[in-house]
C-alpha cells in the first residue's frame, strides 16, 4: 500500500511539473480573445456651421476673381448698354455739353429716347463719368484710338541675336553675314557679333577688330556700336554689340549728310567759277 501510495504521489508531482513548463513556454504565444469593436450605428453628423461659413468665404473670392477679369478683359473704349452698376452716374451728351449727374434709370430713359449708346469716360472720378454718342461717333472714336496706337507703339522688350565668325572667314561670306546682320537691325534687334581667332598665327593684331569695324560701315545710318569690339576668351576672340540708330541720330546722319552735300556743292561751283575765270 505503501508502495502504491508514493507511486501515485511521483505521477502528481510530474504532471504538474509538466503543466508549468508548457505554461512558461507557450504562455508567451498565446494570444488573450479579441473582442470585436462596436460600429456605431449612427454617422456623424457634419456641421453645418463649418460649411456654411466654407461655402460663403469661396463665393466672396469667386466674385472677385470674377471681377478683376471682367475689369482685365473690358475693352478701353466700348458700348456698355443698359448694364450700369452705378446709381448716380456723370453725364455728357453727345455734343460734349455736361448734362450732371443722372440716376442710371434716367440715363435709360434717355438713350431709349435719342437712341444713343452709352460709354465709359473716366471711372475713376466720383460719381464716374460717361457720355452718350452714336454708332458712328463710337466707331470713329475707335479708329482714331487705333491710329493713335500704330503712331505710337509700345516699347516690347527688345530681342538679341548671336552671331559667330571666324576670324578668316572669306570676303563673300562676310558680305552674306553682313546682308543677314542688317535684317535683323531693320527689326530692331540687337546683334552680338564674336569673332574667333583663326588657326593662322601669324594674322594682324588687329584683325578681328577691323572685321567688326567692316562690318558696321556696310550699314551706314542704320546702326552703330552699342558696346565697341572688347577682347574677350585671353584674347582669343573678340566681341562687339550693334543696335539700330534711334530716331534723333538718324535725324543727325541725315543732316550731316546733307550738309556734306551742300559743301561738295559748293566747292564744286568755286571750282569751276576758278577755272573760268583762268580760261
Not at 461655402?55 to 473670392?61: D, L, M, Q, Y
Request: aromatic residues 4%.
Amino acid at each position: 500500500m505503501a508502495a502504491l501510495f508514493l507511486k501515485r504521489l511521483t505521477l502528481q508531482t510530474l504532471k504538474k511539473m509538466a503543466g508549468n513548463c508548457t505554461r512558461r513556454c507557450f504562455g508567451t504565444y498565446i494570444l488573450p480573445p479579441t473582442i470585436p469593436a462596436q460600429l456605431p450605428l449612427v454617422a456623424p453628423v457634419p456641421r453645418l456651421f463649418s460649411l456654411t461659413h466654407a461655402r460663403a468665404s469661396g463665393t466672396v473670392a469667386d466674385t472677385q476673381d470674377s471681377r478683376k477679369k471682367k475689369t482685365k478683359n473690358d475693352p478701353a473704349f466700348s458700348n456698355i448698354g443698359r448694364k450700369i452698376h452705378e446709381r448716380v452716374i456723370h453725364v455728357l451728351d453727345e455734343a460734349g455739353n455736361d448734362l450732371g449727374s443722372m440716376h442710371r434709370a434716367e440715363v435709360i430713359r434717355l438713350m431709349a429716347e435719342r437712341d444713343l449708346r452709352l460709354v465709359k469716360r473716366d471711372s475713376g472720378s466720383e460719381p464716374p463719368q460717361y457720355q452718350l454718342l452714336s454708332g458712328l461717333q463710337i466707331h470713329e472714336e475707335r479708329l482714331r484710338l487705333r491710329e493713335m496706337e500704330k503712331a505710337h507703339p509700345k516699347p516690347g522688350p527688345v530681342l538679341t541675336k548671336e552671331l559667330t565668325l571666324s576670324s578668316n572667314i572669306g570676303q563673300h561670306d562676310l558680305d552674306t553675314k553682313s546682308k543677314q546682320i542688317q535684317q535683323w537691325i531693320e527689326k530692331k534687334y540687337k546683334v552680338q557679333i564674336t569673332i574667333k581667332k583663326g588657326k593662322n598665327v601669324e594674322e594682324p593684331e588687329h584683325k578681328m577688330e577691323d572685321i567688326c569695324n567692316k562690318i558696321l560701315q556696310t550699314m551706314p545710318g542704320i546702326a552703330t556700336f552699342l558696346s565697341r569690339p572688347q577682347p574677350v576668351r585671353g584674347g582669343k576672340a573678340v566681341t562687339c554689340v550693334l543696335r539700330h540708330l534711334s530716331k534723333k541720330e538718324e535725324n543727325a546722319y541725315r543732316e550731316t549728310q546733307e550738309t556734306q552735300k551742300r559743301d561738295s556743292l559748293d566747292k564744286e561751283n568755286r571750282d569751276n567759277r576758278e577755272s573760268d575765270v583762268h580760261q
